[in-house]
């Protein structure tokens, strides 16, 4: 068995979590952009955003089945 191979695969996989990371922080600064122009044109405001955001947030936990049913 090749002793390297694991190293090298953990290398190749920290690499790709590197990579993930600058793409997270990329897309994050371009959406927080874009939200700053909204914001700043009159588009829409703060408060629809944090509303929006707590909307969808809600909408995405699971709710628990109905005990009762």
Do not use: F
């Not at 920290?14 to 952009?33: E, F, P």
């Amino acid at each position: 068995m090749n002793r390297v191979q694991p190293h090298l695969s953990t290398i190749d996989l920290i690499g790709k979590l590197a990579d993930l990371k600058d793409q997270h922080y990329r897309n994050t600064l371009a959406l927080s952009a874009v939200i700053e122009l909204l914001i700043e044109k009159g588009c829409i405001t703060a408060e629809e955003i944090r509303s929006k955001a707590a909307q969808l947030d809600a909408a995405s936990i699971p709710h628990p089945a109905d005990p009762t049913a």
